[in-house]
């Protein structure tokens, strides 16, 4: 972030507010974590806040400290629209582009204060008078804590703030596994832990809530997974028959993708997964090295994210979108070989 900016921003800031925080459609881990450590910081200032999620998120992100304070636009929606009009400043948090929080975007249409972006996804959009992009950070969550450091305010950390923070660095780095963890990444966790931050209890929060259906629905994933060899590339489709056999819950399904990336040679896994709700088929597409997957899914799948992780969507059956994916992958041999 520019240093005017910051200073601008911080005189912005040093008298109380009505401020809304926004995550991006169906929130992650970073998505929650970054809204809430923010919120625990800006209260300290005696802002008057909201986080408002465009709809609801899975149960293992529901125990993070200030977690009930969240509006969830889909079920409280006039209280959010009320909330996103009195507002004065608005920060969308972990996405860069308002068709991510679907509706919200259309009340959003009358708001005539200053947003403030903090993100790190690829190709941000212009619509904030404050933007802080980095596509080289391990999550918004990373990017929050700088955002406090650039404040000078690293000392207002509290054990909230940390375990939010702590949080979303950690489901957004794969557990610090994937190639957006740097040295700077493991400084602020380590920070962040020294602040209050305890990692083995939020790991066991997020990672060993699961019930038995949804290891069976993984069983059933992992039996469905086809090979494309000649292009090391693997893909899952799960229909809603599936998901409704095995009692599907909001969130069961995150990290299925992840088991295709960990075959042998494998550099190019994606998931098909049926929404009975919103009729459309989700995608979540990884990959390893430079294979991008925002430009695949930029491209076919009217979606996007960063390099190694994006997500996207089709209109098309189930099947019609595997074989089109199929027939897509071949147009990639050089890159995929
Ligand atoms: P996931 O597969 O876990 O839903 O998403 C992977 C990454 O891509 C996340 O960083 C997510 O924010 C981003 N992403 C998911 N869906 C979309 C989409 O439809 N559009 C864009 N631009 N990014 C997406
Ligand atoms: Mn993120």
């Known amino acids: 972030m520019e240093k005017n900016q910051i200073n601008t921003l911080k005189t912005l800031l040093s008298t109380p507010k009505k401020i809304v925080i926004i995550p991006h459609k169906n929130p992650d881990g970073d998505a929650i974590g970054s809204c809430l450590g923010l919120y625990h910081y800006l209260k300290q200032y005696g802002h008057k806040l909201s986080i408002v999620a465009p709809n609801d998120y899975p149960d293992f992100l529901k125990w993070m400290p200030g977690e009930d304070n969240i509006l969830k636009y889909e079920y409280q929606t006039e209280t959010a629209t009320r909330k996103i009009k009195e507002a004065e400043i608005i920060f969308t948090l972990d996405f860069n582009s308002l068709s991510r929080i679907d509706d919200v975007a259309t009340v959003l249409e009358s708001f005539e204060g200053d947003y403030v972006m903090i993100d790190h996804h690829q190709a941000p959009d212009g619509y904030a008078r404050f933007t802080y992009s980095d596509t080289s950070m391990s999550s918004t969550c990373e990017m929050v804590y700088n955002f406090i450091a650039f404040m000078g305010d690293t000392d207002k950390i509290s054990k909230e703030i940390a375990t939010c923070l702590y949080t979303g660095i950690m489901t957004d780095t794969g557990s610090f596994r994937f190639p957006s963890t740097t040295s700077a990444t493991h400084r602020i966790a380590a920070e962040l832990i020294d602040k209050g931050a305890e990692n083995t209890q939020i790991h066991n929060a997020i990672f060993d809530s699961n019930s038995v259906e949804k290891l069976h629905l993984l069983g059933c994933a992992l039996?469905?997974?086809?090979?494309?060899?000649?292009?090391?590339?693997?893909?899952?489709?799960?229909?809603?028959?599936?998901?409704?056999?095995?009692?599907?819950k909001k969130g069961d399904t995150e990290g299925f993708v992840n088991y295709g990336l960990s075959l042998k040679g494998v550099i190019f896994a994606v998931i098909f997964i049926e929404s009975a709700q919103d009729d459309i088929i989700k995608i979540s597409l990884r990959s390893k090295g430079d294979f991008s997957v925002n430009e695949f899914a930029r491209k076919h799948f009217n979606g996007g994210g960063h390099i190694n992780a994006a997500g996207g969507r089709s209109e098309f059956s189930l099947e019609e979108t595997t074989q089109r994916f199929e027939q897509l992958v071949k147009e990639y041999k050089d890159q995929l070989s």
Do not use: G, M, R
């Not at 997974?225 to 229909?239: C, G, K, M, R």
């Open 223 to 248: 039996k469905n997974l086809v090979e494309l060899p000649d292009y090391h590339t693997v893909y899952i489709a799960l229909s809603k028959e599936e998901l409704e056999q095995f009692n599907y």
